[in-house]
């Protein structure tokens, strides 16, 4: 089968989309079926850098559009990038035909991409399949970028059933966005539910303090409480950054970001602002290196705003537990990733505003023998070994998408 991706990040950036897109189309290719991905010529995070043109990457197919390359400077500065990569992309659809390719993979990433592959799928007649990885334009909403009730929202609302609603397919995260979904008009026939699956190619088994990034970065032998991956606005790191002031003086215990957005700049006011010399910053890692970096922390954090249920789903829980690290998660209540922590025993959970409860938590998560510590996160990563592998998990999407 000849399969498009449509997506603005792809190898080798190191974004979680990309890296799922990637892994996702190698599977494809593995398994006799011939895959080609449009894409942006810049990466995600760092547009000084531009890639080339065209690439075949394991057999898969990449072709890289031209877009404006401003940066995240400001919110007009990421508007023209993002429609002068829809400009390019959607002159590009326009020349293939029906015989290009059978099948057209979208995402949510970024917002509307999908309605230009959707349009295209109907005049060409080729099937489009929905990667839903959030929910606009309620996780705008929710996050105070867009008024509810607004011009704008009633417009991406109107854009989003059409692609929800004329899609051959759509791939949901968790069970509270898949029913979002149905209520947005998705066929109850065209939507799966499935989780996404740890992106690393291995895990560190070593000795907590022979970790490579561990001793590169100078973290010794301090606790290291770590948030890695993409800071948008969606992510909520008051709570966490505030539980970093509380433990100021307690210098055992460090605060490491890994990864950037527009986020970044508010971890660094904060540390800042407060001198604060138990907050480290890094910036994204390559994913051959991400073993290491993740399997140099003690304890994974995961957030989920709050209203941001069935809008969003924060992948790095997985990764997470496949590591067999503990999980800090901070966010509601009622969501999938307490449905999980629920039947595992030792982690942390808070709600947003519990900066106090948090530091209280981990100090007392901290209190206990290495050994208990290093037994929940076995834990973890049996549940995860058992219900989110990944070979199981790419093959129910490759299975989704196939049909």
Same mark, same amino acid.
Request: glycine share 6%; with cysteine.
């Given at each position: ?11 080798p950036?190191?974004?979680s989309? @990309? ?12 398994d ?10 810049? %990466? ?7 890639y @080339? ?27 023209? +990038? ?27 990433? %970024?917002?509307?991409? @999908? ?18 990885m959030? !929910?606009?334009? /309620? ?8 008024? /509810? ?15 929800i ?29 499935i ?14 303090? @022979?970790?490579?990034?561990?001793? =590169?970065?100078?973290?010794? +032998? ?14 909520? !790191? +008051? ?14 215990f460090?605060?490491? #970001? ?29 994913? /051959?290196?991400i ?35 503990p ?6 209540? =009622? ?5 999980? !922590?629920?039947?595992? =025993? ?17 100090? *007392?998560? #901290?209190?206990?023998?290495?050994? /208990? ?7 973890? *990563? ?6 989110f ?15």
């Amino acid at each position: 089968m000849k399969i498009l991706f449509i997506t603005q990040v792809f190898y080798p950036d190191t974004v979680s989309v @990309s890296q799922h897109l990637t892994d996702l189309a190698k599977k494809l290719v593995d398994d006799g079926h011939d895959v080609t991905v449009y894409t942006s010529c810049y %990466p995600y995070e760092e547009k000084t850098l531009r890639y @080339s043109n065209s690439e075949i990457f394991q057999r898969v197919k990449i072709k890289r559009l031209w877009q404006s390359s401003f940066g995240k400077s400001s919110t007009l500065t990421r508007l023209l +990038d993002f429609f002068t990569f829809y400009f390019s992309i959607s002159i590009k659809l326009l020349f293939i035909n029906r015989n290009s390719f059978d099948v057209i993979v979208g995402t949510t990433v %970024p917002p509307l991409l @999908s309605l230009v592959g959707v349009i295209i799928s109907k005049l060409r007649g080729i099937k489009f399949h929905y990667w839903v990885m959030d !929910l606009q334009p /309620e996780l705008s909403i929710s996050s105070g970028l867009i008024k /509810e009730g607004s011009i704008s929202a009633k417009f991406f609302t109107k854009l989003g059933n059409y692609v929800i609603r004329n899609s051959a397919g759509i791939i949901s995260l968790d069970r509270f966005m898949t029913q979002y979904l149905y209520s947005r008009g998705a066929n109850m026939d065209s939507v799966s539910t499935i989780a996404v699956w740890p992106v690393m190619e291995e895990i560190y088994k070593g000795n907590r303090m @022979s970790n490579p990034f561990r001793i =590169e970065n100078n973290f010794g +032998d301090r606790v290291v409480i770590m948030y890695s991956g993409n800071h948008a606005y969606v992510h909520q !790191l +008051d709570t966490l950054l505030e539980a970093a002031l509380i433990l100021k003086e307690k210098s055992r215990f460090l605060f490491v #970001f890994v990864g950037g957005g527009v986020r970044k700049r508010d971890v660094t006011q904060h540390k800042i602002k407060h001198n604060l010399e138990n907050i480290i910053q890094l910036p994204f890692q390559p994913r /051959e290196d991400i073993h290491n970096s993740l399997g140099s922390s003690d304890i994974q954090v995961v957030i989920l705003g709050n209203g941001q249920v069935g809008f969003t789903h924060p992948n790095k829980v997985y990764g997470a537990m496949y590591i067999g690290k503990p999980i800090l998660y901070i966010g509601p209540t =009622e969501s999938h990733v307490a449905d999980l !922590l629920n039947d595992l =025993e030792g982690n942390i959970s808070v709600q947003h505003g519990e900066s106090k409860i948090l530091a209280n938590k981990i100090e *007392l998560l #901290f209190s206990k023998s290495w050994d /208990e510590i290093i037994n929940i996160g076995e834990n973890n *990563l049996t549940y995860a070994n058992n219900n989110f592998h990944p070979d199981v998990l790419k093959q129910k999407m490759i299975d989704a998408i196939i049909g």
